[in-house]
C-alpha cells in the first residue's frame, strides 16, 4: 500500500504494484536489484512523511533515485498500477456510496550531461453507463407510427419525447484517460476521473434507491452516446481542462463498451499531443 499526504484531508491510500525497469549495459551480467527495493523503500517513506504529494510525483522519483543508484544505467522506467477507493454519493438520495478505480502512473527517467530527463504520466479507468443512439431512433420511429395511428397531435409526440426518451440497449462502458507531461507539470487525479464520468452517458453507482435508479436510467437515454462519442467528450474536455499544459503533452484516451445484445464489444481510442487536440478542436486541421 502506498500511503500520499494531502494538505488539510485524509491521507490517500493507494493499493499498488510496482514494476521497475533498469537499461543494462552489455558489460554487465545483471543488475544489483537490492539497490531497486531500497530505492522504494527510501521514496515511499518519504510519502509517509508527507514528502510525496501525487503519485506521479513517487514515480518521478524513483525514476531519479534508480539512475543515481545504478550508475551504469542510461534509463530507467518506473510502472505503478493502483486501485483507490473514491467516495460518491446518488444523484436523488444523496445516499454516500464507495467505488474501486483504478489508477495507473509511471515516470521514464533518462541520463544527460546534466540533469536527467523525466517524463511522467498519471491515469485512470472508470466504469460508467452508455446507451446506444441508434437502437433509440429505431424505437422512436417505431413509436412515432404507432401515435401517428392514434390520431396524436405531432406538437404532443414530439413533447413526449422530449420528456421520455426512447428505450434502447445499454452497455457497461470502461473509460480510459492518461495524460503524460515534463516533470515540472501537474495533473490532479480527481480532475481526470472527473472526465471520465462525465463522459459516458451516465455515471454509476454502487448502491441505487428507487428513486436513483430510476434518475440513472433516465439520465443515460436522454445523453446516449456511441463509443466513439465518449472518446470526443473525453478530448472535448481534457481540451478545456488541460489546455494550458506543454503543447508536447501526450493524451492517451480509450473507451471500451461491453455490448448487450451484440456479441462482439466496441472499442475506440486516441492518442495526441495538447498542440494537436487544440488544433483540431479549434478547426485548424481537418
Partial sequence: MVEVSRPGKR?????????????LPGSLKGANLSRNFEVIDEVLQQAIEGEVKEIEELCSMVARKLLDKHE??????????????????????????????????????????????VRKSIGAEVTGMTACPCAQNIMQERA????????????????????????????????????????????????????LKQSMSTPIFEL?????????????????????????????????????????????IAQDNEESIHQHDAFAERQATIAELSDEINGETP
Fill in 11 to 23: 491521507p490517500v491510500i493507494f493499493i499498488s504494484n510496482f514494476d521497475i525497469f533498469v537499461d
Fill in 72 to 117: 551504469y544505467a542510461d534509463r530507467t522506467e518506473v510502472l505503478m498500477r493502483s486501485e483507490f477507493m473514491v467516495a460518491g454519493e446518488t444523484p436523488v438520495t444523496r445516499t454516500v456510496c464507495q467505488e474501486v478505480v483504478k489508477v495507473f502512473a509511471s515516470a521514464i527517467a533518462k541520463r544527460t550531461f546534466k540533469d536527467p530527463i
Fill in 144 to 195: 412515432r407510427e404507432v401515435m401517428e395511428g392514434l390520431n396524436i397531435e405531432t406538437a404532443i409526440i414530439e413533447k413526449f419525447f422530449q420528456e421520455v426518451p426512447m428505450a434502447t440497449h445499454n452497455q457497461r462502458g470502461r473509460g480510459f484517460l492518461s495524460i503524460e507531461t515534463d516533470d515540472e507539470s501537474h495533473v490532479p487525479l480527481d480532475k481526470i476521473i472527473k472526465i
Fill in 208 to 252: 441505487l434507491k428507487r428513486g436513483d435508479e430510476g434518475h440513472v436510467v433516465l439520465a443515460a437515454h436522454k445523453n446516449p452516446r456511441f463509443v466513439e462519442d465518449c472518446v470526443r467528450e473525453m478530448a472535448r474536455r481534457v481540451h478545456a481542462e488541460f489546455g494550458d499544459l506543454p503543447g508536447d503533452s501526450v493524451v492517451t
